[in-house]
């Protein structure tokens, strides 16, 4: 009984001395700055694919030998896939496939905006898909020349999507898949 009488002084001695007076304070609020580096463009070009672009330096390319291409952006865990496609009697078929790309994202999507593009010099016509919400994808474009050349390109994430965390890695992809479209020359 002497030993519970001690266990019991001990463990009141510590709880009363282990609570001070000082003031819990909440932690600050703060948020996520995510920083990425400025963008300088290069030219990416291939033998063998019938099309060169510019590309963001910080990205890089793995490419195939039937032009599909990966731009794979390391630090963001992002990959912009790249699909070409010659065009042979093929074109509302390829244009059917381009649109329903983005539209398949329809269900987790809150927004699906798009964005006719039109390069006469270049002859290169199409359309850009931003989609807002968790959808798998959240940019997508397909361009064509009408005659010989289709190219369609999708944005994805190794990541679950949550469209509030990954937004600014959207957006500085976005921007890349716009120079993309807007330096593209068929070859």
């Excluded at 400025?38 to 070009?45: F, V």
């Excluded at 490419?63 to 074109?91: F, G, H, Q, R």
């Amino acid at each position: 009984m002497h030993t519970t009488i001690k266990l019991i002084l001990i463990s009141c001695f510590l709880i009363l001395t282990s609570c001070g007076n000082e003031d819990v304070l909440p932690k600050p609020s703060a948020s996520l700055a995510l920083q990425y580096p400025d963008a300088t463009y290069g030219t990416t070009t291939t033998d063998y694919c019938p099309f060169v672009f510019e590309l963001n330096e910080y990205a890089r390319v793995l490419s195939k030998n039937d032009c599909s291409m990966k731009i794979e952006y390391p630090y963001m865990d992002a990959t912009v896939y790249l699909t070409y496609n010659k065009v042979d009697d093929n074109l509302t078929q390829l244009l059917i496939d381009g649109q329903k790309l983005s539209y398949k994202h329809n269900i987790k999507a809150d927004v699906i905006k798009d964005y006719p593009f039109m390069n006469e010099k270049s002859k290169v016509y199409g359309m850009m898909y931003e989609v807002e919400g968790n959808a798998a994808s959240n940019a997508q474009f397909y361009v064509t020349d009408s005659t010989n050349h289709f190219l369609t390109a999708s944005l994805y994430f190794d990541t679950r999507p949550n469209y509030d965390s990954i937004l600014p890695a959207v957006d500085y992809v976005k921007k890349d898949m716009i120079n993309l479209l807007e330096t593209l020359q068929w070859k």
